[in-house]
């Protein structure tokens, strides 16, 4: 529990991660569908808002920021999601090269925190190990895309994320971290402090 408490961001993410890891597995085109039309809906409500805004605000100071324009622009585009999501996945590949991205980042920052465990010689680096290539291979796998269908493709992002939050949060109950130490050095200074001042005051 102390492991977890200090790691509590890094905790966050890896059952964030697992999550998005399972909606991929279950049913890749809906998760993705819904996150197109939730940034969709986004920017047509940004869109509007700022139209409002320009219209609201006096002349100068409106002209000078551009609202009007930033406004429109973003209700179009935002609109172009909703109602084109479905030609977006079917056709865009972009959308797996940031999945992709997303797990070679997640990767490269599990490599340096195996790296950490391995300079501070602790035992149970592998976990992190394992976790970190993962990401990297699995990643890289999905940059160089030599599959046919995006469902397929999808299906494997979700079941590398879902793969590394299982070794992550394995990693952070068994291999102590630094921030998990300095916490307990931190803590037991506030203690010393804490004695100190009461032998002081008696």
């Known amino acids: 529990m102390n492991q977890i408490k200090a790691n509590l961001p890094a905790f966050i993410l890896f059952l964030l991660e697992a999550a998005v890891g399972i909606l991929l597995l279950v049913n890749p085109i809906g998760f993705t569908s819904a996150i197109i039309r939730a940034i969709g809906i986004g920017m047509a409500a940004g869109g509007a808002i700022w139209s409002i805004k320009y219209f609201r605000t006096p002349v100068r100071e409106a002209a000078a920021t551009g609202m009007l ?113 300095a916490e307990q050095e931190k803590s037991e200074k506030k203690e010393k402090k804490e004695k100190e001042k009461e032998g002081e005051t008696v």
């Open 69 to 181: 324009f930033c406004g429109i622009i973003s209700m179009l585009l935002g609109l172009f999601l909703i109602t084109k999501t479905e030609w977006l996945i079917t056709t865009m590949t972009i959308l797996i090269a940031i999945y992709a991205v997303m797990i070679l980042v997640l990767g490269i920052l599990k490599l340096q925190w195996t790296v950490d465990l391995i300079r501070m010689k602790r035992d149970k680096w592998g976990v992190s190990g394992v976790s970190a290539m993962i990401a990297i291979l699995f990643g890289a796998l999905l940059l160089i895309n030599p599959f046919k269908t995006t469902e397929f493709i999808w299906k494997l992002a979700g079941a590398a994320l879902l793969a590394q939050a299982f070794f992550d949060i394995a990693a952070l109950i068994l291999c102590p971290r630094i921030v998990a130490e």
